[in-house]
């Protein structure tokens, strides 16, 4: 895992490659939360749906030590969908009421937003980088790199079932083969 | 620069607009007001229970566009009573509530109440009128009012296009662009779902059936509860065994006073969670196990249900003959006390043995349809796992308005073959009777004067002191225009014939009619 950036620069194609599939899944997210049943619990649903894909591409791409700018820009964009399933799940479903969060979820919401501020202080370390980093932002990034796709698997796959376990196993599956695909290869004599 | 990376900022500027819109959509929702939550009595008569079914301006612009579905007198053709919210009738609701999910909405959405069914106009002798509620409609005609409005939706023009567009609503109403864009896609997603119900509504009668008991079957006062039940919350053909034969459970409306009395609630007992109860009533009209877990309407089901937990007839408008009370209390204790249990005169109900008791079908003897019809089976465990699911709403996962399996039959608690005995507070008022409304006066119930084999029902029709409700004609008119067959599959007027069956040579009519006074007592 190529835990350091030193902040690539963001070129134009590539931010258009990310942020308008981004863009329009959201979008797609939250029009499709709207004409259902449940609109709340489905832009809920939706915004973690966003996360899995962009978060394994910038995780494959990392794992195979391609830290550049579509690794940065999927891993700032997945922290944005994330970052907005809290908000909603905190005022949507649980009514504003960080009390009820605890009350429902216990330990596991306590697990969710240490992550969301980790990963946040991660996203600044990554963007605020002009040197290489020091040792320890090395291991905190590694740690988040681990423990992130740990719980979303226990969220995603363990605890629930239908669309999202799917995806989940999709974007692991998906993951897996950018490290394969991005991975230096000794030269062949 | 180059046209490529014109398009890339093109694409990044448009995806960006898209999102940003997005977003702000749910932050604008966020701000929407949310149905309140009501005191009972508020509840009962405007708060939501759920069943908003089309935007405040698309209503209003009906009458205009569809004249004779909707006459000017509208009102009073379907039977409703004025004196609603926005001009609207008595049991209307008008909330920012989008229809089905019961989120927030930029748009009012008009829906129903309980008051809308349980509110009546008493129309006395003297020609006085009294707004009662509690008291089942006998005048509303609940399923062409909606069947017109189905027709109005699903309405096209000579060259095939929709005639309720955005355009034509919005010449009736000032309206937001935000509201024209909400109530636009309202109508192509409601259109969209009235056609595919099509499968197993048909498709819709044409206007001038409306009032023909050939075609609307169920008739004033009355609902067909389980029809709209089967066909629209299990989604399933309203057809019979035999492939054609619908469910014909017809009800009339019931009173609902004193609903503290009643241990198992519906005509046949089913039910003995009164909220349930009243849950299942806005299913029948609209309401999705969806909108009802929302905290404030679900607040509105439990409080509309406490109101009618206590709530009380009005008395008699005449004071009867008080010897002759005396005397039929004397004979309703031996032929009714034992079933309907005795008011104790302080306002109390003094419980009868087989009060709150099934009565099976053979010994009651009336029509048998509402008891039995196909899927009379099939609900309770149908309607127990609906509510039952991991309900996204509430944080603990529990819909508010799920209820035990025991709390419906059949099931745990027992089966349901028969009618219940209940109490009968306001005895006099709750005409016609039966539980499919086939007897048009209390007189004619207890067997002191026949009970007619047709008779015309409808609007504003002369509540009557002598016989204890309507005197039945045998010919409709403009008013009471919906001739009531006895003779026909659901309509039945035969059982319940206490204390004496019309042909029994002890019965005794003076005796009836000090029975006849002291229910008008109640």
New interface residues.
Partial sequence: MDAGFNRPQIL??T??AV??PF??L??AG??YA????????F?IAATIWIVWPFAAISLGLRAAGRSGSVALLTWTVGYAAFLLHQI?AV?D??GGSFS??F??QGVTAALNFALAIWWAVDLYLMWSETAPPPRWVHLQRLGLAIALPIAMFVASVILKDGFVRYLAIASIVLALLIWWLAKPRAAVV | MTPG?IM??A??GF??V??A???L??VLE?TWPVPPAYDPKTAFERGSIGTEFVPLPAFVALPKIFPDLFPADWMAAYGFLPGGPNGLPIGFTVEYARP??G?PSPVPFVGLTCAVCHTNEMQWPDGKKQIVAGLGNTALDVAPFFEAFRIAMLARDAQGNPVLTISRIAEASTMTLLQRAVTWGWLL?ARNALEQGEERHDVPWTGDTLRNPIYQTTGPGRTNPFNTMVTNVLKLPNTSAMGSRPNLGYSRIPAVWQENRRQWAQYDGSISDLNARSALAALTVGA?V?NLGRPNIASNIRAATDYTRTLAPPKFPVAPDAAAAERGKALYATACANCHGTPDGNGGWTRGARQGQLIPLPEIGTDPERATFRHARLLADRLYTMFSVDY??D??RIHPLATPRESTRPGPAGNNDGYIAQAIEGAALRGPYLHNAAVPNLSALINLTPRPTVFARGLDQQYDTGVAGIVPSATPDAKAYWLFDTRLPGNSNAGHDYPWRADDPARNPAALADLLAYLETF
Avoid at chain 1, 34 to 41: A, L, M, R
Wanted: overall charge neutral.
């Fill in positions: 134009l194609p931010f258009t942020f308008v863009a329009l959201m979008v939250i029009a709207e004409v259902t049943n449940f609109p709340e619990h832009r909603l005022t479903m649980f009820a969060v009350a429902r | 990376r890339m900022w694409a990044n995806a960006g898209l999102l819109t997005a977003l959509l749910v966020h089905v999910n989120s997603a999705t969806e996204p709403h944080y603990n």
